[in-house]
């Protein structure tokens, strides 16, 4: 029994040496860009702590609850997360392929009249085979090292890809909630300014009756009515499409989806934590998976490039072939060992075509990670300026409220007192209404703006670290 297996596994040993020894990776090696422009970049990606919390600095246990569904039975993310599943399956397959693959079978033979020899007439010879057949490609120029390379980037590419896409998730989540809280809000007023008015139109319709207000008087505040009664049906349906956008979020139907809670846009308690000289984007999924991507275009170039030179595979068997009588012994040892040494002389022209198409490929790679860079900080850049305005925005709709309020109960006053004309108070009547209204949408937009900034800082924003406010651009990129 020693022999059939010293023999045989001296050769295969021999051989995986000689392969080891040999072994040289062909094509280039990935080094990561370092920068982009005049963009320091930090290749190593970092999950940001807060990339699944952000959202917890509103308080909102509403919102919070929508998100925690939103993880759970979201079909996107699902999707997302059977493609991180698929790329890993791709990378165990292609770093199994570097050792031997084998199988263990055993077979059964009988055959009649096996040559065409008279001695051979009517002779049955019969036989079992039992034993382990292997083959192995030896990877002397790195093709399948390559090949690892490129499925362990998809894979870490796919793991980036369904982080990014939870981000855009959650971000939509609380984006559609404070759209639906907005219209919710934005109903409340429009309902209570028509009661308002429809209780001002029943006493000019009296004074008209008396005599003592005129019929343009009643038109003007009619015309009020009509104007807020045409505005409530936007509103509303601005209200049914959030909602039906957070149902389908959460994989619900509309009408299944409840939203308790009063009608409030969640704000913050605290200033937008950025801090100087953070490289925020090393927190960015998008950006690390195209510089995934960019690795595995360059892995696939010596993929490609190994072709040019010859390949080494052996097979071969190690076992018994016995007769019907199940003689397992040292006569029916078995085995056999066949190196084989192919090269694809003459396809060159085409391998040499697949390796120009795999180094496009890595120059489309470069060029999409590069856009990524250039597109995630101006992003951020953008995502802050805007929510700066939307702040000074959102304070002076304030104070344009808070003038409106006032004015009314001056007119209001002096109408009692019979210094003004009706058609003036209604006048600042209608400016408060319009006031408030506008209030509310830009009080939306600001809360739509704030998302947009924890969005495009991917969750690397920290609540328990405060700054003051970031100068444009140069602090996101600076290690």
Known sequence: MTSIITR?????????????????????????????????????????????????AFNDEQLNTLISRALEQNRTLREASANVERARAVFSEADASLWPDG?????????????????DNGVTLRGYTSGLGFNWDADIFGKLQRAEEAAQAKA?????LWQDTQLQIISQVVSSYGQYRGAQLRMFY????????????????????????TKLALSQ???????????????????????????????????????????????????????????????????????????????????MTANLYPSLSVSGFLGFISSPDLAFNSASESWNIAPTLQWSGLNLGVTKARIRSAEADAKIALA??????????????????????????????????????????????????????????????????????????????????????????????????????MNAGEQITKR
């Open 368 to 469: 999409q990670y590069e856009q990524a860079v250039v597109d995630a900080v101006n992003e951020m850049q953008l995502s802050l300026q805007n929510y700066q305005f939307s702040r000074e925005q959102f304070s002076n709709a304030k104070q344009q409220y808070e003038s409106s309020k006032q004015a009314v109960e001056y007119a209001r006053a002096n109408y009692k007192a019979g210094t003004i004309e009706f058609l003036q108070l209604l006048d600042s009547e209608r400016e408060l209404l319009s006031s408030r209204d506008q209030l509310t949408q830009i009080e939306l937009a600001h809360f739509i703006r704030l998302v947009d900034v924890y969005r495009s800082f991917s969750g690397g924003l920290q609540w328990q670290q405060r700054s003051a406010n």
């Open 103 to 119: 199988d263990l079978s055993v077979g059964y033979q009988a055959a009649r009249n096996t040559s065409l020899l008279p001695q």
């Open 156 to 160: 870490q590419e796919a793991a980036l």
């Open 8 to 56: 045989p596994a001296k050769l295969l040993s021999n051989a995986l040496l000689l392969g080891l020894l040999t072994a040289c990776a062909v094509g280039p090696d990935y080094q990561a860009p370092a920068q982009v422009e005049s963009i320091a970049v930090n290749s190593e990606y970092k999950r940001a702590p807060a990339l699944q919390s952000w959202w917890g």
């Open 221 to 303: 505040i009619n015309t009020q009515v009509y104007r807020l009664k045409t505005s409530i049906p936007a509103i509303e349906i601005a209200r049914q499409t959030a909602k039906s956008t957070l149902a389908a979020l959460l994989a619900l139907p509309a009408d299944a989806l409840q939203l308790s809670g009063a009608a409030a846009l969640p704000h913050l308690s605290e200033p937008l934590p950025v801090q100087d000289g953070v490289n925020y984007l090393r927190y960015r999924p998008d950006v690390a998976s195209a510089e995934r991507n960019l690795a595995a275009s360059t892995a696939q170039i010596g993929v």
């Open 190 to 213: 429009a309902q209570m300014n028509l009661h308002f008015l429809q209780q001002s139109q029943a006493v000019i319709e009296a004074q008209v009756e008396a005599g003592s207000a």
